[in-house]
C-alpha cells in the first residue's frame, strides 16, 4: 500500500466520520522536504517502526469548518480553546489511523501528542525527508497533509 | 513523572552546554506553562513517546542561534536560514536525546523521542490536555525558554 493511500484511507477513517465528506483530493505529490505554508498547523512525531513528523496544515476557513462540525455548531472559532482542542483530536484520531496502517507487517509505530501553531507568514521546516503530500480542498478551504517518515530497519 | 524528567532536563542542559560549547547557563525561572504560548523567533519541538506521551518545546531567539553557529563554527559569513534552523533543531536533539536517556537510565519507564520540527515567525503555540513547565535560562545576556509537557503529567 503506497502511502498516499494510507492518508487517504485514514482521512476517511477519521474526518469522514464527522460528515466531512465534502472534501476532495486536489493533489497528491512526493516532495524531498516536510514543510507547509499554511497558517494553522498540527504537528504529530511518530517513533517505532516508522520515524518521522506528519504535519496537517489548513486553511483559517477549514479550521473554523473542523471546529463548527465537531462541536455541532456551538463553536465557530478555531482559537477558541475548545475549539484548538477538537482541531487536535481530529488531527490525532487521523494520525492514530495512519500509524495503524503503517504499523502492518509488526512494523508497530506511536505517535507523540499533537501540537497546534498557528500564524500568518510563519515558516516549517521538519526534515529532509521523502514525503507523501495530499493536498484536500472544499469550498471552506484546503487542508494539506504531509507525512515526513522513514522506515526503520 | 514530569518532576523527574524536568530534573534530566536540567542536568542535560547544564552538562551539554558545558561540555560542548564550554557555556554557563542559569537556570533564573522554572513555572508552569501558559495554555497558550505567543512567541517572536524560531521554535524546535520534539515529541515524546514510548511509555508517556508529550512533547519538548525549545523557544529561540535568533541571536542566541547566531551565537551558537559562531561557537560550532567560528564565523557567520555563510550563515542561512536553513542552518540556523539547522542548529535549532539539533540543539534540541541533543539535550533531549540525552535527558530521554539518563531518565529511563534512571527509571523503569522508556520514553523515545521524534525527530525535531522547526518553526519561525511570529507563533501561536498550544498543546491540548497537556501538563507542562517552563524552564528559562539565561546565557551572558541571552535567553532561551524550555517546554516540557507530558499527558496526565505532575
Known amino acids: 500500500m503506497y502511502k498516499s493511500d494510507m492518508i487517504i484511507s485514514a482521512v476517511n477513517e477519521s474526518f469522514f466520520q464527522f460528515g466531512f465528506s465534502n472534501f476532495v483530493v486536489e493533489k497528491i505529490e512526493e516532495r524531498d522536504i516536510t514543510s507547509s505554508d499554511f497558517p494553522v498547523n498540527v504537528i504529530i512525531g511518530c517513533e517505532g517502526g516508522w520515524r518521522g513528523n506528519i504535519i496537517i496544515g489548513m486553511e483559517k476557513e477549514f479550521a473554523n469548518f473542523i471546529v463548527k462540525t465537531m462541536t455541532m455548531g456551538m463553536i465557530e472559532d478555531y482559537r477558541d480553546k475548545m475549539g484548538l482542542s477538537a482541531i487536535s483530536e481530529m488531527c490525532n484520531m487521523f494520525a492514530g489511523a495512519f500509524a495503524n496502517k503503517l504499523s502492518f507487517n509488526s512494523k508497530v509505530t506511536f505517535i507523540s501528542p499533537p501540537t497546534v501553531i498557528m500564524g500568518d507568514n510563519i515558516k516549517v521546516f521538519l526534515s529532509k525527508v521523502n514525503t507523501t503530500t495530499v493536498l484536500y480542498s472544499s469550498e471552506r478551504g484546503r487542508m494539506e497533509i504531509s507525512t515526513g517518515i522513514w522506515e526503520i530497519t | ?154
Open chain 2, 1 to 154: 513523572m514530569l518532576k523527574e524528567l524536568l530534573n534530566c532536563y536540567k542536568v542535560a542542559f547544564k552538562t551539554r552546554f558545558e561540555d560542548f560549547l564550554n557555556l554557563s547557563p542559569e537556570l533564573v525561572e522554572e513555572r508552569d506553562s501558559d495554555e497558550q504560548i505567543d512567541f517572536e523567533g524560531v521554535v524546535s519541538l520534539v515529541g515524546i513517546t514510548g511509555e508517556k506521551k508529550g512533547r519538548v518545546i525549545f523557544y529561540l531567539s535568533e541571536e542566541f542561534l547566531k551565537m551558537l553557529y559562531r561557537l560550532i563554527y567560528g564565523e557567520e559569513e555563510s550563515l542561512n536560514e536553513m542552518e540556523l534552523y539547522a542548529v535549532a533543531a539539533e540543539i534540541n536533539n541533543i539535550i533531549s536525546g540525552n535527558a530521554i536517556t539518563l531518565f529511563n537510565n534512571e527509571s523503569s519507564k522508556r520514553l523515545f523521542l521524534s525527530p525535531p520540527s522547526i518553526f519561525s515567525g511570529k507563533l501561536s503555540i498550544t498543546t491540548p490536555r497537556i501538563n507542562s513547565k517552563d524552564l528559562i535560562y539565561k546565557i551572558g545576556n541571552l535567553k532561551i525558554a524550555v517546554s516540557i509537557g507530558l499527558e496526565g503529567g505532575i
